[in-house]
């Protein structure tokens, strides 16, 4: 299995989810994606859409695997630059091995705000917190949408842990291809580059169709028509049009490259291609 032995599941002390609270009468991303590393924090009709995805696209369980190992080790990385607080946007329902944990392994002092839209996410995000951060000294969630980087970043939930007088660690890993080219995807990383001081990093990751086989090329038009139908469609992006996202930025080694090729910790045992992402880490001068 690649980058991980085993599917992580969703963390044991986050609150169970009552279907009432969210809606359930059609797939959310979040929760797919929950579906796919073998989470539990996903409903009915998302398992259904969940396995019809992999039983016609079967790289997105990879593609799932590979992304969150990148996110760990991009944080890890991270941190031993010095950087000790992080903003992850579009984090996703909390899994084992959550950028908090991780960066605070590393750093005990170090801060991450979560964001994301999807209720859901943020429910079990809350749940997690309350057990391990009940006062919000390190960790806090936020209920917002990328597409609003001014309620983001001047958020007080935000402002209270992220201090943009020093580096920050901005992760947008798995998310900007839900953003549609009509929401002009690059001016608003311009929007986020602008508000991040000196030092800080970005570390994104992208689905691609760029460089891949016809069989994949075809299962991503599949993938395509199968999220079109869903709030949450997706888009996927060439080379060309990712590094546009990273614009501004120097990217450090190895640069921009398939995800399990971003500073690997253990020999992959797939195709890099195979991952069907992008992934990159750059500072901001």
């Not at 010095?82 to 991780?102: A, K």
């Not at 951060?133 to 990328?146: C, E, G, I, K, S």
């Not at 000196?198 to 028509?225: K, P």
Request: a negative charge.
């Amino acid at each position: 299995m690649p980058d991980s032995p085993q599917f992580p599941r969703t963390a044991p002390d986050a609150a169970p989810v009552q279907s009432g609270e969210v809606d359930v009468k059609r797939p959310s991303a979040a929760r797919a994606y929950d579906y796919y590393l073998g989470g539990s924090s996903n409903f009915g009709v998302d398992r259904e859409f969940g396995a019809r995805v992999l039983e016609q696209v079967p790289f997105v369980r990879t593609f799932a695997v590979t992304n969150r190992s990148f996110l760990r080790r991009a944080v890890r990385w991270l941190c031993e630059q010095g950087v000790d607080q992080f903003l992850d946007i579009g984090s996703g329902i909390p899994t084992v091995g959550n950028v908090h944990e991780v960066a605070q392994q590393a750093n005990p002092r170090a801060r991450t705000v979560y964001v994301d839209h999807e209720p859901v996410a943020v429910r079990h995000a809350a749940a997690i917190l309350d057990s391990a951060d009940p006062d919000r000294t390190r960790t806090d969630v936020l209920q917002a949408d990328l597409r609003d980087p001014d309620g983001i970043l001047g958020s007080p939930v935000t402002r209270s842990l992220i201090d943009f007088s020093r580096p920050v660690g901005l992760l947008i890993v798995a998310t900007m291809h839900f953003i549609g080219p009509g929401d002009r995807p690059v001016e608003l990383m311009a929007r986020y580059r602008d508000a991040l001081p000196s030092g800080s990093f970005l570390a994104m990751s992208h689905l691609t169709v760029d460089g891949v086989t016809a069989e994949m090329l075809e299962q991503g038009r599949i993938l395509e028509q199968l999220y079109a139908n869903t709030p949450n469609p997706g888009y996927f992006r060439d080379r060309a049009e990712f590094a546009a996202l990273l614009d501004g930025y120097e990217l450090v080694e190895p640069g921009l490259v398939w995800v399990p090729e971003w500073r690997p910790d253990q020999q992959e045992s797939i195709e890099p291609a195979a991952s069907a992402t992008l992934a990159a880490v750059g500072r901001k001068p």
